[in-house]
Nanobody, 127 residues
Framework: QPRFVESGGGLVQPGESLRLSCQAS????????IGWYRQAPGKDREGVSS????????YYADSVRGRFTISRDTAKNTVYLEMNNLKPEDTGVYYC????????????????????WGQGTQVTVSS
């Protein structure tokens, strides 16, 4: 069963940047829409961004639009989430997954059933 592996998180100060990476074993990410989610302490997991499989159409949550950029490197079978001008409210565990979008909005993103979530990567934004 495919296993998603997220990396690149860390502790940063407000205004700083991080780049998260998403890789998967036994799965070619290039064949799927890929989404990033995050879960803040005490809150539900929420969709952050997605990139489509065929034409790299991207979607973002309103809270991150203009600060985050999702991209993929097909040669490395990796999807990235570049996060700039980080804010304390961006703190949480970030996960990636193969997804489907039921409409032109991140709110319609649903995780495909490839098993459990990965372990995620912790992002902490604090001064």
């Amino acid at each position: 069963q495919p296993r998603f592996v997220e990396s690149g998180g860390g502790l940063v100060q407000p205004g700083e940047s991080l780049r998260l990476s998403c890789q998967a074993s036994e799965l070619t990410l290039n064949y799927y829409d890929i989404g990033w989610y995050r879960q803040a302490p005490g809150k539900d997991r929420e969709g952050v961004s997605s990139i489509s499989e065929s034409d790299d159409i991207t979607y973002y949550a309103d809270s991150v639009r203009g600060r985050f950029t999702i991209s993929r490197d097909t040669a490395k079978n990796t999807v990235y989430l570049e996060m700039n001008n980080l804010k304390p409210e961006d703190t949480g565990v970030y996960y990636c997954a193969a997804v489907a979008l039921r409409g032109p909005s991140i709110s319609t993103m649903v995780k495909l059933d490839f098993g459990n979530w990965g372990q995620g990567t912790q992002v902490t934004v604090s001064s």
